[in-house]
C-alpha cells in the first residue's frame, strides 16, 4: 500500500558529498535524512584513492593554479576532523599514509624548479636524499629525484564509517524513482511505494546527478563526465603513495597502496588510467604493467597480478577540464551538489548548510521511523575484481 514520509532536508546519494553535508545539517539541528539507492560510498568515493590534495602537484607547471590555491586550504579541516577536534569528530578513521612521494628524472626538474622551490620554502615540498626515499623507490630501480609531499593518504572506506556509523539510522537505501516538481519546486520524490517530501532536497549522487539535473530544467551541459579506468597491482609490493612524474608535472602514475587478504594491493590512477578509459580492460592492464616495469623495472612484476575497474567519474561542467571547486547548483528549493573532489567535502558542506538555512530554519531531530530500510557499506573496487596473471 502506498505510504509517505516526510523531513525537513532530505540527500541524495551516500558518497562522501552526502554523508559530510548531513553530518553537518544533523549537528546544526536540522531534521535530515539520506537516501542511498546501492551502498554507502559505492562508485566514486570508494572508488578515490584516498588522497587529501593540497595542491601541490596542480600547481607545479603553474597551468592549474587557481585549482592549487584553492586545495591548499582543504586539508587542515580534514586533519582537524580526523584529530577529533575539527567540525565532526572522524577520529576513528585511518591514515594510511601522513605524506606521499613525488619522483622525477632530473630533466623534469629543470622545468620546474622555481615553482618547487617556492613549495619547499613554505614546507609544502622536501627533497629527500637517497638514503631516506621509501624502500620502494629504493629498491626499485629509480633514478632521479625525490619529493615528500606534506599531503595524507586516507583510508576511504574508514572515513565513511566515520561519518556514517553514529548517524546510520537516518541513512535509508532507496532508488529515486521519479520526482514531483510544481512551479519550480520540489514537492517530493517517488521511491517504490513511498513518497517523501521535505523543506529541502540536496542532490549529491554523482552520475544520479544528472537525472536531477534534467528534472529541474539545468539542460544536458550541467554536467560532464571524465572516465578512467583504475588499474589494480597485487602482489609482493612494497608500500608506495605518491607520483610517478615524467615529462610533464601530469603524472605518469599516481599510486596509493591498500592491504588485503591476498596480498598488498597497488591502486593506480593519473596518466596510466586516464590512458586505459579508452581501452579494454586487457590492454589497459598491459599499459600499466608496462608502464610499472618502465618506472620500477627492479621490482617483482612477474610476481603480480593485475585488475582494472572503469568509473565513469561525474562532475559539473566546467570550462577548463577539471572544476576549480565545490559547485552548487541551486533551482528554487533544491540543489545540485559536486565536491569535485574528496578533499572538498567539508567545503560542499559549507555551500548545502548555507542553501539549507535560505529556505528553513532548524526544526529538531525527531521524526518516526522511515519505512525504508537502512543503507548498508559498500566495498573497494580491489574487492571483487577479476584479477589476471600476465
Not at 54 to 72: F, H, T
Request: charged share 15%; with cysteine.
Amino acid at each position: 500500500m502506498p505510504s509517505s514520509f516526510s523531513c525537513q532536508v532530505l540527500i541524495a546519494g551516500g558518497g562522501i558529498a552526502g554523508l559530510w553535508s548531513l553530518r553537518r545539517l544533523l549537528a546544526a539541528g536540522y531534521n535530515a535524512f539520506l537516501l542511498e539507492q546501492n551502498h554507502i560510498g559505492s562508485g566514486q568515493t570508494l572508488g578515490s584513492q584516498g588522497i587529501l590534495h593540497g595542491g601541490v602537484k596542480y600547481g607545479l607547471d603553474g597551468s592549474n593554479r587557481a585549482i592549487a590555491d584553492q586545495l591548499r586550504s582543504q586539508p587542515p579541516r580534514w586533519l582537524d576532523s580526523l584529530a577529533g577536534r575539527g567540525e565532526l569528530n572522524l577520529s576513528s578513521a585511518t591514515i594510511t599514509s601522513p605524506c606521499q612521494h613525488l619522483w622525477a628524472a632530473d630533466s623534469w626538474l629543470a622545468r620546474v624548479g622555481a615553482t618547487v622551490g617556492a613549495r619547499a620554502m613554505q614546507g609544502e615540498v622536501t627533497k629527500l636524499n637517497p638514503a631516506d626515499w621509501p624502500a620502494a623507490l629504493r629498491d626499485g630501480g629509480h633514478h632521479g629525484s625525490v619529493y615528500q609531499l606534506e599531503e595524507s593518504v586516507l583510508d576511504v572506506r574508514s572515513v565513511c564509517h566515520a561519518l556514517a556509523d553514529p548517524v546510520k539510522d537516518r541513512i535509508l537505501h532507496g532508488a529515486i524513482d521519479d520526482l514531483s516538481i510544481k512551479d519550480g519546486r520540489v514537492t517530493s520524490i517517488q521511491c517504490g511505494d513511498l513518497s517523501i517530501s521535505a523543506d529541502v532536497f540536496l542532490f549529491t549522487a554523482a552520475t544520479g546527478n544528472e537525472l536531477a539535473s534534467a528534472a529541474l530544467g539545468f539542460g544536458p551541459k550541467a554536467t560532464q563526465r571524465r572516465p578512467l579506468r583504475m588499474i589494480m597491482a597485487r602482489g609482493p609490493l612494497p608500500s608506495l603513495w605518491g607520483h610517478c612524474v615524467a615529462v610533464s608535472p601530469k603524472p605518469v602514475a599516481t599510486i596509493t597502496s591498500h592491504n588485503s587478504d591476498s596480498g598488498r594491493i597497488w591502486y593506480l590512477g593519473g596518466g596510466v588510467a586516464e590512458d586505459g578509459a579508452s581501452l579494454s580492460n586487457a590492454d589497459a592492464i598491459a599499459n600499466a604493467a608496462r608502464t610499472a616495469a618502465r618506472i620500477l623495472p627492479n621490482l617483482p612484476w612477474h610476481a603480480v597480478q593485475w585488475a582494472s575497474w572503469l568509473v565513469d567519474r561525474a562532475e559539473p561542467a566546467a570550462d577548463s577540464r577539471l572544476p576549480d571547486g565545490p559547485v552548487l547548483r541551486p533551482a528554487t528549493n533544491a540543489a545540485v551538489c559536486w565536491p569535485s573532489k574528496l578533499v572538498y567535502a567539508p567545503a560542499l558542506a559549507d555551500l548545502t548548510e548555507a542553501f539549507v538555512r535560505s529556505l528553513t530554519s532548524p526544526s529538531g531531530l525527531s521524526s518516526p521511523p522511515p519505512p525504508l530500510p537502512l543503507a548498508t557499506m559498500g566495498s573497494y573496487p580491489w574487492e571483487s575484481a577479476s584479477w589476471l596473471s600476465l
